[in-house]
């Protein structure tokens, strides 16, 4: 993968270990120019699945059978799951486990969400998170922490919004309940067109699957993503459907207010009557949808571009192994 001539290069290139998490993170990820090594197995694990063909990987992130890592040599190890740091129990040896290593945590804390301390502790380690929220929610005890917000690649789709209705994206809906949102989504659903898309989707009444590079020119033709979490990492497809130039209609908690602003790129509330009243207002009105949805590219492309992302990224690993 050719680097971009305003982009910088890292101090040298580096082999990396890390674990198929979250695939969309894992393709942003790979943009910067660094060798990425993956583990699987057979049987498809979570962490080891199979890198999908639908995505355009470039040559520099390589799958592995998990039993191999033990035998291959790498610069620093790339945790993005608490799994992960069991499995490398088991797969890695000591001399691994010591390398300068990074937690990439996905999440906000739970059990609580200001009293959780973080699991990972490690002498030559940085702990990252992808939102400002996370890493003040978090305890992260003495561990040094950087927050490395998300990079999405631009999609080719563009903002049609000729459906009256608005868009979720989320995966297993029904079963992550309330923090996710099921039942402001079920309520909203009941006095507006809503759809609902991701893994499971069927069980709740949704058109189900998406794959991931055609979710883009899916959603395009809403007239509103409607986000209906709780308590969650800012989305990627959230981000995703702002660069495409939908408004965002959402649930005003985490990371979201600081995104978006109220009747620039889409409106946020903890009132979800004053909501339903905003999707309804941008299925009358789709110049208003429009409008905010441009500005909601223009806040994306600003915030989360790629260019932004791959620069945190080699700041991040040039630290990493400066401080080793």
Same mark, same amino acid.
């Given at each position: 993968?050719?680097?971009?001539?305003?982009?910088?290069?890292?101090?040298?290139?580096?082999?990396?270990?890390?674990?198929?998490?979250?695939?969309?993170?894992?393709?942003?990820?790979?943009?910067?120019?660094?060798?990425?090594?993956?583990?699987?197995?057979?049987?498809?694990?979570?962490?080891?699945?199979?890198l999908g063909r639908r995505i355009p990987?470039?040559?520099?992130?390589?799958?592995?059978?998990?039993?191999?890592?033990?035998?291959?040599?790498?610069?620093?190890?790339?945790?993005?799951?608490?799994?992960?740091?069991?499995?490398?129990?088991?797969?890695?040896?000591?001399?691994?486990?010591?390398?300068?290593?990074?937690?990439?945590?996905?999440?906000?804390?739970?059990?609580?969400?200001?009293?959780?301390?973080?699991?990972?502790?490690?002498?030559?380690?940085?702990?990252?998170?992808?939102?400002?929220?996370?890493?003040?929610?978090?305890?992260?005890?003495?561990?040094?922490?950087?927050?490395?917000?998300?990079?999405?690649?631009?999609?080719?789709?563009?903002?049609?919004?000729s459906l009256q209705r608005g868009i979720?994206?989320?995966?297993?809906?029904?079963?992550?309940?309330?923090?996710?949102?099921?039942?402001?989504?079920?309520?909203?659903? &009941?006095? @507006?067109? /809503?759809?609902?898309? $991701? =893994? #499971?989707?069927?069980?709740?009444?949704? *058109?189900?699957?998406?794959?991931?590079?055609?979710?883009?020119?899916?959603?395009?033709?809403?007239?509103?993503?409607?986000?209906?979490?709780?308590?969650?990492?800012?989305?990627?497809?959230?981000?995703?459907?702002?660069?495409?130039?939908?408004?965002?209609?959402?649930?005003?908690?985490?990371?979201?207010?600081?995104?978006?602003?109220?009747?620039?790129?889409?409106?946020?509330?903890?009132?979800?009557?004053?909501?339903?009243?905003?999707?309804?207002?941008?299925?009358?009105?789709?110049?208003?949808?429009?409008?905010?949805?441009?500005?909601? &590219?223009? @806040?994306? /492309?600003?915030?989360? $571009? =790629? #260019?932004?992302?791959?620069?945190?990224? *080699?700041?991040?690993?040039?630290?990493?192994?400066?401080?080793?």
């Amino acid at each position: 993968m050719n680097a971009q001539p305003d982009v910088p290069q890292p101090a040298r290139r580096l082999r990396v270990l890390t674990w198929h998490v979250h695939g969309n993170y894992l393709y942003a990820l790979h943009h910067v120019p660094h060798d990425f090594i993956v583990p699987g197995l057979s049987h498809s694990a979570p962490g080891y699945g199979a890198l999908g063909r639908r995505i355009p990987w470039a040559p520099n992130l390589t799958q592995v059978p998990a039993s191999s890592l033990a035998e291959m040599e790498f610069d620093c190890v790339l945790y993005q799951h608490k799994q992960n740091l069991a499995d490398a129990q088991l797969l890695l040896t000591d001399r691994q486990r010591a390398l300068p290593s990074i937690y990439l945590e996905h999440n906000p804390p739970e059990p609580h969400p200001t009293d959780t301390r973080h699991p990972f502790t490690h002498s030559r380690g940085l702990l990252v998170h992808v939102t400002p929220f996370n890493a003040v929610m978090w305890d992260s005890g003495d561990m040094p922490v950087r927050v490395v917000e998300h990079g999405v690649p631009v999609p080719q789709a563009r903002y049609d919004g000729s459906l009256q209705r608005g868009i979720v994206v989320a995966n297993h809906l029904a079963r992550r309940g309330r923090r996710i949102g099921r039942d402001i989504f079920e309520q909203v659903r &009941r006095k @507006t067109p /809503l759809d609902l898309i $991701g =893994m #499971d989707a069927e069980s709740l009444g949704g *058109i189900g699957e998406i794959p991931n590079m055609e979710v883009a020119a899916f959603i395009s033709r809403y007239r509103y993503f409607f986000s209906p979490i709780r308590y969650a990492s800012l989305g990627l497809s959230l981000i995703e459907a702002m660069l495409s130039g939908l408004p965002i209609v959402g649930f005003g908690t985490t990371e979201l207010p600081t995104v978006i602003t109220n009747g620039k790129e889409g409106y946020v509330d903890t009132r979800v009557e004053r909501l339903i009243e905003v999707a309804r207002q941008l299925n009358e009105e789709p110049a208003l949808a429009r409008a905010w949805g441009e500005a909601a &590219r223009e @806040t994306a /492309l600003r915030r989360f $571009g =790629m #260019d932004r992302f791959v620069r945190d990224w *080699i700041n991040v690993f040039d630290t990493l192994m400066e401080q080793a």
